[in-house]
C-alpha cells in the first residue's frame, strides 16, 4: 500500500521549496504541479484538508484507507502524475549551473520523508541505467539525500566557495571541503586541502580515490553513504539500505520528559521507603 498521506506531505514540502522561482525551465512544471496539489485538495473530506495544509497528512494515513474506491484511485494518480513533475524539476535543478547550492534544503525535505525520496528517485531511474544517490547523515543526525547528475561537485559548509557546492551543515567541515568528479564510469572522490581530512571506509584519503556503491565517506562529523542503484534496486531495497545507515533513533522531548518524572517519582518513592518509621 502506498503511503499516501506521507506522500503528499513531501510533495507540498518540495512544491514549497520552489515555488517562487522564476528559472524558465521548472515554471510550467511547478504550474501544472500547484494544480495537481490543488486537485488532490478538493477530493480529500474537510478534516483531511485541515491536516493537508498543514503538511500533517501522514498522521490520517489510516482515515484515507476507508476514502471511496474511486476517489482513492484518482489520487493515486494524481499523486502519481506530482511525483513526475517533481522528477521533472528535480532534474532541472541539477541541470542549471550553479543550482547546487540551492539544493540543501530540498535535500533536507527528501531526507525527512523517505517514502519520497524512494518514489522520486525510482521515477527519475526509469530513464536511466543507473543513478547515483548520496546519504548524508550530518553531525545533527538530520538526513540529505542528493541525486548525483552533474559533476563536479563539491562537500562543503559555504555555498560561496565555489561553483556547483552541495551545503554540509557541520562545524568541523571546511568550506570547500572534498570534490566528486566522474571519469568515464568511474566516480573519484578528493579531498580539497581540508583542514579534518576526508575518509573512505575509515582511511584518509591522500589523492583520489575509487568509489563504489555502499562505500562511506566521512567529512567532519557527518556521514556519506553511496549508493550505485537502477529503478529495480530502489524499488526492492532501497528501504533496507537506509535503515542499514540511519542513525540511532533519538527520543523526542516529550518522551525525555516523560523518563524524567518517572526517575524523579521513583526517587520519591525510594527516599519515601527509606525514611518510614519502622513498625
Given amino acids: 500500500m502506498i503511503p499516501l498521506g506521507h506522500l503528499l506531505d513531501g510533495l507540498i514540502l518540495f512544491y514549497n521549496a520552489y515555488r517562487t522561482s522564476k528559472t524558465p525551465p521548472i515554471t510550467q512544471s511547478l ?19 485541515i491536516d ?3 503538511k500533517k497528512l501522514k498522521q490520517r494515513e489510516e482515515d484515507l484507507k476507508f476514502l471511496n474506491s474511486n ?5 493515486l494518480r494524481k499523486t502519481k502524475e506530482s511525483i513526475s513533475l517533481a522528477a521533472e ?14 539544493l540543501f534544503e530540498l535535500g533536507r525535505v527528501l531526507g525527512n520523508n523517505t517514502d519520497l525520496a524512494k518514489y522520486l528517485f525510482h521515477e527519475i531511474a526509469k530513464n536511466e541505467e543507473k543513478v547515483v544517490i548520496l546519504e548524508i547523515i550530518t553531525c545533527d543526525k538530520a538526513r540529505d539525500f542528493l541525486l548525483l547528475d552533474q559533476y563536479p ?16 551543515r557541520d562545524s568541523l567541515v571546511s568550506r570547500p571541503h572534498c570534490c566528486l568528479t566522474r571519469e568515464g564510469s568511474s566516480i573519484l572522490l578528493e579531498d580539497m586541502q581540508s583542514r ?3 575518509y573512505v571506509n575509515g582511511n584518509m584519503i591522500r589523492e583520489k580515490a575509487l568509489l563504489k556503491s555502499g562505500d562511506k565517506i566521512r567529512i567532519g562529523d557527518s556521514k556519506i553513504q553511496i549508493e550505485i542503484m537502477n529503478q529495480e534496486e530502489i524499488e526492492g531495497t532501497f528501504e533496507t539500505k537506509i535503515l542499514a545507515f540511519s542513525p540511532a533513533p533519538s527520543l523526542s522531548c516529550q518522551q525525555v520528559t516523560l523518563l524524567t518524572l518517572a526517575i524523579a517519582l ?14
Fill in 196 to 198: 579534518n581530512g576526508t
Fill in 266 to 279: 521513583l526517587f520519591l518513592l525510594i527516599l519515601a521507603y527509606i525514611t518510614l518509621p519502622a513498625n
Fill in 31 to 49: 504550474s501544472e504541479f500547484k494544480r495537481n496539489l490543488k486537485s488532490i485538495y478538493e477530493l480529500l473530506p474537510a478534516p483531511c484538508q
Fill in 153 to 168: 561537485l563539491v562537500l562543503g559548509r559555504d555555498t560561496s566557495a565555489t561553483e556547483n557546492l552541495f551545503m554540509v
Fill in 89 to 102: 524539476i528535480y532534474q532541472s535543478l541539477l541541470r542549471l549551473k550553479g543550482y547546487h547550492s540551492t
Fill in 71 to 75: 476517489i482513492q484511485n484518482i489520487l
Fill in 52 to 54: 493537508y495544509r498543514k
